[in-house]
């Protein structure tokens, strides 16, 4: 009887235990409201201080930004040493990877998912992604925008409220890579690109593109001036493992991100043609790093995208805890290129579309009819007058991928770039990326190229604020005095890429583009042009230089 007695208490003790554990289990507001409802800012900060709390030794918080209208962002630091700033990593001889989420505020299952793969690492077993690597994440990058909820700010398929796109500003933080105008960007860019150096991002959105079966769509860098063993890399190597690993072992398929070319016709293609330096990830491969975009699909339920974002980002994990070793000498490799290589090279600056590879897509039979005039007036030009509709009846449709691009147009480099005075605000800008820039203390001639402008058109609608330019006109060689407090911005360091795509005046979207020189070359009360404020050195110059 007491050995029975004894086994009864066991088995109550055990079963009060489970009990406890589910209660006390941290649960994001998705899974406390069946996935009706997401997540506000103040929610996301008590699920963070309070899973803080339980594990202060392996997780550590900081606030590396401010938004518009004052709300401080975290960036969450997960790792075995307890890491808390930038230079404890040298110790630890690991590297950094970055999972940020909630960009656009409306697109909220990153949000969700990158709280519950904290809870998972530090309490549910998965304490194995912490052994070669140090996980950053930034959970709600938008916390302005996120607040803002409403009905309709959305069509995806739940929560029946979330946020809108855009920051306090009114900007769309992924359009701000290159011109840094937003507090948030600034000191993503500043504060965690330059200063922790992350092996990869992971930027997370949702997309409400064409029709298909599949929750998860990807894509790696896409500007085609970063390197191309990186960008090959991810294509043939690390997203098709991540792919196959996600199905395997969390049964979500995925599929590249992009559209149907033609959508009355899907069998012509899937188009990807995000490839500019102002997104994210495109800016970041320009820095020589890896990148990825995870675009979870609208049209699936949200407890579906939750669980599919979540799958992903853990596959990717999976993927840099084995291959991180791999992954830094490729960068290093490229960054070494990027020394050696760039400077007095061909730069492209101008691209056609060409083909990644096929694949196949899991998608629907479609039907197609002429829009009423009513809905002609509510959706875009590009839409051309008609409507594609799904129909219930499932189809797989083998299509060549258009993700790559092939220059059709270059620029020569040439040893690096003279700014002259009056650009001090662009020096700084460039300091800020993390490039390198030398103040020139006398006065010298040199030889230098000089564009020679001979028009610019101006977009006639407002983008982010700006009416973007394009350039036209023809380099002059000729020998000019640099005069004193001018800038040198050498070609010859890691960053020269970035520095080619925002100084080049033909980049289609530099710092001309983005209207950074209008006041010095457009002549007041006149039709004229003055020549552009950055010059091509031929070589670097023998003069008194120093740090700016």
Not at 178 to 196: G, R, S
Not at 264 to 287: E, I, V
Request: charged share 30%.
């Amino acid at each position: 009887m007491n050995k029975r007695l004894k086994i009864l208490a066991v088995l109550l003790l055990f079963l009060s235990f489970i009990s406890l554990t589910k209660a006390e289990k941290l649960l994001t507001i998705p899974e406390k409201t069946n996935f009706e409802k997401t997540s506000t800012y103040s929610q996301v900060m008590d699920f963070l201080k309070n899973l803080k709390k339980r594990h202060p030794e392996k997780m550590h918080i900081s606030f590396f930004a401010e938004s518009t209208e004052g709300k401080k962002i975290p960036l969450v630091i997960l790792s075995e040493e307890g890491v808390a700033k930038p230079e404890d990593i040298r110790f630890t001889k690991k590297h950094p990877v970055l999972i940020m989420a909630n960009i656009h505020a409306g697109e909220v299952e990153g949000k969700e998912a990158t709280q519950i793969l904290m809870r998972e690492i530090l309490e549910e077993g998965r304490e194995d992604l912490l052994k070669n690597q140090i996980i950053l994440i930034i959970p709600i990058f938008n916390p302005d925008g996120n607040d803002k909820m409403a009905k309709g700010n959305r069509g995806d398929n739940g929560p029946e409220l979330a946020g809108v796109r855009y920051n306090g500003q009114g900007y769309d933080l992924n359009r701000d890579y290159i011109k840094l105008e937003t507090p948030e960007v600034k000191a993503l860019v500043n504060k965690i690109f330059v200063k922790w150096d992350p092996v990869i991002f992971v930027d997370m959105h949702t997309t409400d593109g064409s029709y298909h079966v599949e929750p998860v769509t990807y894509a790696p860098n896409m500007a085609p001036q970063g390197d191309d063993v990186l960008i090959n890399y991810m294509w043939k190597k690390m997203l098709p493992e991540v792919d196959k690993n996600l199905l395997k072992k969390y049964g979500v398929k995925s599929i590249p991100y992009g559209n149907f070319v033609d959508r009355r016709n899907p069998s012509k293609g899937w188009r990807n043609h995000a490839y500019l330096g102002r997104y994210g990830t495109c800016y970041y491969g320009l820095r020589n790093r890896l990148s990825i975009l995870d675009e979870n699909y609208s049209h699936a339920d949200f407890k579906t995208r939750v669980k599919g974002a979540l799958g992903f980002i853990k596959s990717i994990l999976e993927y840099t805890n084995s291959h991180i070793k791999e992954i830094v000498k490729l960068e290093n490799e490229a960054d070494r290129r990027a020394v050696e290589k760039i400077k007095n090279s061909d730069f492209p600056v101008d691209f056609k579309s060409i083909k990644t590879y096929d694949f196949t897509i899991e998608s629907y039979v479609f039907k197609v009819r002429k829009m009423t005039e009513e809905e002609k007036k509510k959706y875009p030009p590009w839409f051309k007058g008609y409507i594609v509709e799904k129909t219930d009846k499932l189809k797989n449709y083998k299509l060549p991928l258009f993700a790559s691009f092939k220059p059709t147009k270059f620029v020569k480099l040439t040893a690096g770039y003279i700014l002259l005075p009056s650009e001090k605000e662009v020096a700084r800008l460039l300091k800020l990326h993390g490039i390198n820039v030398q103040k020139i203390e006398e006065e010298f001639e040199a030889d230098v190229k000089v564009f020679k402008i001979k028009d610019i058109k101006s977009s006639k609608r407002i983008f982010q604020g700006h009416h973007l330019n394009k350039l036209e006109g023809e380099e002059i060689l000729k020998k000019v005095k640099i005069p004193r407090g001018s800038f040198y911005v050498s070609l010859s360091q890691p960053l020269s890429r970035l520095i080619a795509y925002m100084l080049e005046p033909l980049s289609p979207d530099g710092l001309a583009a983005w209207n950074f020189f209008d006041r010095v070359i457009v002549r007041e009360w006149s039709n004229k042009y003055r020549v552009y404020p950055v010059y091509k050195i031929l070589s670097e110059p023998k003069v008194y230089m120093h740090e700016f």
